[in-house]
């Protein structure tokens, strides 16, 4: 049995977001299961519109570099089966509501995270 992955993403940067992707993508296409969770104001990278994330800008370079968008990456780790989690708490910070996220984002306190990935390796973003 392979060990899940939790990932923690804890600060609304757009190199820590796509990075975190980038992990849960690789992660999900070995075949571990992976849950993601954006703590704080981080939840701006589970926005159908991210373009709050600072540094946002920096997609465009890195896909004329070559490398993944960030769209391509959080549609992969939805098409390869990963959990994402918003933190109740940032949501109310960032004056967000269910609806400003991507379709399959649940929204939960820290604690859903905690118990959901008790046996997992998890990194923090």
Do not use: N, P, Y
């Amino acid at each position: 049995m392979t060990r899940m992955m939790g990932i923690l993403l804890a600060d609304r940067s757009f190199e820590r977001a796509h990075h975190a992707f980038v992990l849960a993508a690789g992660s999900l296409a070995l075949g571990r299961e992976v849950v993601l969770f954006a703590g704080g104001l981080a939840v701006e990278a589970l926005r159908q519109d991210w373009s709050g994330l600072e540094g946002a800008a920096l997609d465009h370079r890195f896909q004329e570099s070559g490398v993944a968008g960030f769209e391509t990456l959080r549609a992969a780790f939805f098409e390869l089966g990963g959990e994402m989690l918003a933190c109740e708490a940032g949501m109310k910070v960032a004056g967000l509501g269910e609806e400003d996220l991507c379709a399959g984002v649940r929204v939960c306190g820290v604690t859903s995270f905690l118990q959901r990935t008790a046996e997992a390796q998890i990194l923090s973003l």
